[in-house]
């Protein structure tokens, strides 16, 4: 019996069963592809998602692969500089395709111990008091003692559990692929600039060697999102919409998305969870998708080994649903709003320049910053300063970066009183004497993904809190 069995070896997946072995637990990956997949939804990765593998000790690996970017004109492509007081140590969105993202991430998931069965394919599950069986394709039957479900928007997972997907169908869509094209850059380049003045859903990005990733609206919705759309699509609506087709030929692959949003009634139903597109789809405005995928496997993976490891508090494992529901749902809004500020429709434009003039403020442009870039979420963890429930950003300590004293998935108890002990949470909390000027705090207790769960001085105080994350001491 493994311990977890994750359905989808996309990013949310491996980015989980790397968390989860953090803490050795024994983890199956299954997917239904025999090979990773070559198209290219996803672009880049944003503040959070950088932070998280800053913490995790793989950003050089993700840095040598991608390109710094700015990260104002993010929200709904509406050009703007980067905020001054954006609060990171990586003011910066990075530029990385998503097959990339995918190898690093599977290599790193190899690396700790995980195992993958590509070609695998989930197609039924049911499960009891003692763990999940999980049927394949072929008729295999695996056990586990908890199953996540990471498969993507059309989840077999979810499906099988009966929870609900409820929201809004798609109302357009938008046809995607990466294509060779006849026409001299100049003339591409030319075009897309006037094009993109009104219809910001077009667009084509240089590859090298002749070929560019091109987008363009598609003339409907179509019935089967999963049927490719073909080159003559391609074709008829670039000519439709930029009044020339450039030549395109040769693709390499071809796809559509829509901007349908829908949120799962739950992401947990007893052994088995939700994580992913397979728990929010949502337009791709803003390019979130990926990153809120692995945000939410950053969430779940140490509460789900501390389950698997017996010290979990009661209830640690349902605080998934109740932090990272939310933040789907509020995704979903963002993006639903940013679609309806990329319309070329008169009202919709005339709320553009109105929110255009509104991030001229700066509080509001950083606002609306964060959302994207996800370091403005702050968890409920009750009353306390405005720091409790965030994520802190990386700060400079005598003994190095606070980020790089968090590659092993603990806690940390950051004091800088030299007064405070963890003794009994050793083996899942560092303790870790210094000082820095960046952190107005006498001491912090963060989680394992970097969220701020006491802040203090006093000893007693501490230890109150202590086991409402880490359970309790082993003396």
């Known amino acids: ?21 953090l803490h050795g637990v024994q983890v199956l990956v299954l997917d239904k592809d025999p090979e990773p997949t070559k198209i290219v939804r996803s672009l880049g ?55 990339i993202t995918d190898r690093l991430l599977a290599e790193r998931a190899v690396e700790l111990g995980t195992e993958i069965r590509r070609g695998c394919e989930l197609v039924g599950l049911s499960q009891d008091d003692d763990g999940v069986t999980a049927e394949l394709a072929d008729g295999t039957q695996l056990r586990s003692r908890y199953l996540v479900g990471c498969d993507g928007g059309r989840s077999t997972v979810r499906k099988q559990l009966g929870v609900g997907f409820p929201g809004e169908p798609s109302r357009v869509e938008t046809l995607l692929g990466e294509m060779a094209v006849a026409a001299p850059p100049e003339e591409v380049d030319a075009v897309v600039a006037e094009v993109r003045k009104t219809q910001l859903r077009f667009g084509l990005m240089p590859l090298g060697d002749g070929v560019y990733r091109v987008g363009v609206p598609a003339e409907g919705v179509a019935e089967d999102r999963a049927v490719s759309p073909t080159l003559e699509e391609f074709e008829k609506q670039l000519r439709a919409v930029a009044g020339t087709d450039f030549g395109v030929h040769s693709p390499r692959w ?34 979130q998708g990926l990153n809120l995928g692995i945000q939410d496997a950053f969430n779940l993976g140490w509460k789900l080994a501390a389950e698997i490891n017996s010290w979990a508090p009661e209830g640690l494992l349902d605080t998934y649903e109740v932090e990272r529901r939310p933040v789907g749902a509020d995704v979903l809004v963002n993006t639903r709003a940013m679609m309806l500020l990329m319309s070329t429709e008169p009202g919709p434009q005339a709320v553009r320049q109105l929110v255009s003039e509104l991030m001229d403020f700066e509080d509001v442009h950083r606002y609306l910053i964060e959302k994207i870039a996800a370091t403005g979420i702050r968890y409920d963890f009750g009353e306390g300063p405005d720091l409790l429930g965030r994520r802190v ?37 560092t303790h870790v004497i210094g000082t820095t000027e960046e952190l107005d705090t006498p001491a912090i207790l963060l989680r394992p993904d970097g969220h701020v769960t006491w802040i203090g001085e006093d000893q007693q105080d501490l230890l109150t809190h202590v086991p409402k994350w880490f359970g309790r001491a082993t003396s």
């Open 1 to 21: 019996m493994f311990d977890v069995i994750i359905a989808g070896g996309g990013p949310t997946g491996m980015m989980l069963a790397s968390e989860l072995r």
């Open 45 to 99: 990765l944003h503040v959070r998602s950088i932070e998280m593998m800053d913490q995790r000790g793989l950003l050089e690996r993700f840095l040598a692969h991608g390109t710094k970017h700015p990260v104002g004109g993010f929200f709904a492509g509406i050009s703007k500089p980067t905020p001054v007081r954006l609060d990171t140590a990586h003011g910066y969105v990075l530029g990385i395709p998503q097959n």
């Open 254 to 287: 071809l796809s559509r998305f829509g901007d349908a949003t829908r949120l799962a009634d739950r992401y947990r139903v007893d052994r088995v969870l939700l994580a992913g597109d397979a728990a929010h789809i949502h337009p791709p405005a803003g390019g």
């Open 393 to 429: 950003r990386d700060v400079s300590l005598k003994q190095g970066r606070l980020y790089h004293l968090m590659h092993d998935g603990r806690g940390l108890l950051l004091d800088q009183t030299g007064r405070l002990s963890v003794a009994g949470w050793e083996d899942r909390v």
